[in-house]
Every structure is written in C-alpha cells, then in structure tokens.
C-alpha cells in the first residue's frame, strides 16, 4: 500500500483546510485508515481514524467538532475537512493504514500545515 497525502499550506486562524490521502497497491487490503499529525518538539498523536466501510470514526478531543474525517473507496481517497483552524493545529500531517491479516502500518510522506494567528 502507497500512500500520498496533499492539501496542506499556509491558512490564517479560522480558516479551513482539505487534505487528501490517495492511496494505492493493495487498497483491497486496508481495515483502517487514520490521519496523524506532528508538531515540532512534540510526539506524533492520532487526529482522527475512519474504518474500512466508513461506518464508523472517532477523534482526537482536540479536533472534535472541527475536523472530519471521510473516504471515498471508489477513488481509494481519505480527506479530512479541517474547519476553525488555530495556530496549535501547525503540524505535518500524516496519513496511516492499516492493512491485511496482521493490521500492517502503512504511512505517507506527510503534508505540512501551518495556522497563523
């Protein structure tokens, strides 16, 4: 599985951003994907996770109300809509799968985002 993300950049605070994951090889395989992120100096924490059916999601408490997290497996796409941006949203963004038997991790190269106040 390949991963891709985009749609990352510069947005004042209280702006939205939308960023997509594409993904590729053995998307047939995926159960979970997830969007994580990392901000300099700090561990890299789990943002938002959606199943393989799209049936279900859950959210960092953080993001809660502000980002959504969807997929579109007919375009083997993730997206997650972030609306109210603020500065402690500033991170590179990765997106994670989980695939086949064994829940094998799979990550993008990431994709900066960066909220001025």
């Known amino acids: 599985v390949q991963l891709v993300e985009s749609g990352g950049g510069l947005v004042q605070a209280g702006g939205s951003l939308r960023l997509s994951c594409a993904a590729s090889g053995s998307t047939f395989s995926i159960n979970v994907m997830r969007w994580y992120r990392q901000a300099p100096g700090k561990q890299r924490e789990l943002v938002a996770a959606?199943?393989?059916?799209?049936?279900?999601?859950n959210y960092a408490d953080s993001v809660k109300g502000r980002f959504t997290i969807s997929r579109d497996n007919a375009k083997n796409t993730m997206y997650l809509q972030m609306n109210s941006l603020k500065p402690d949203d500033t991170a590179v963004y990765y997106c994670?799968?989980?695939?086949?038997?064994?829940?094998?991790?799979?990550w993008g190269q990431g994709t900066q985002v960066t909220v001025s106040s």
């Open positions: 959606i199943t393989s059916g799209g049936g279900r999601t």
């Open positions: 994670n799968a989980l695939a086949g038997m064994t829940y094998q991790d799979y």
